[in-house]
């Protein structure tokens, strides 16, 4: 009698356990494709901006060469090739700082976000910055002055037009210097990005 007693009680915990597992699996099933969802959603809005302004948006393959990781330094010339031809470019990154420059314009700045980009440039360090209206940045510096923000993906989309190339460089703390190519310009349209959008 115990014996059979402990067996139903054993039998109605496994089965309970398995239910709640599988409804686990199933939220947590239902969530991921909720993002991927959103993702494609943003990626999807900022292309079709980039499409809109005549904007490259391919400009990282061309630089990795297609590759998805590039180890060589970018050079200036190349960066100039590419987003100071004439055409707007598709910048996806980070939001740097956002400074007042007026009363109506602020100077936003970006880095590209290579983590989850699909081209990663080791040997420099890509940025933008660009001068934009308040009204076209309020949406970013809403986001990025979150106390809870960890600036690791990208947040933002970005047609800009770009006039110039500036260079600098930054010290790590082992010792090595990484080039930093500035694309100096102004926004054309800005695409906030709410979740990490692999591209």
Known sequence: MFGRLFAL????????F??????????KSRLAAEAKERASMLKAKALSAAKAHGALADWPSRLAQSERMRMSPVLTAELQDLWTSGRPILFIGIVADIARSSSDSVELTLDYGSLDQGHMFMGSDLRLRLSCTRAMAAPLLDSASQPSRMALYSDSAVVAAVQSIETSSRRDPDGSVTGVLTGVGSCIEVVPISEAVHW
């Open 9 to 16: 009680v054993a039998v109605v915990a496994l089965a309970y």
């Open 18 to 27: 398995g239910y709640m597992s599988w409804q686990d699996s199933a939220e």
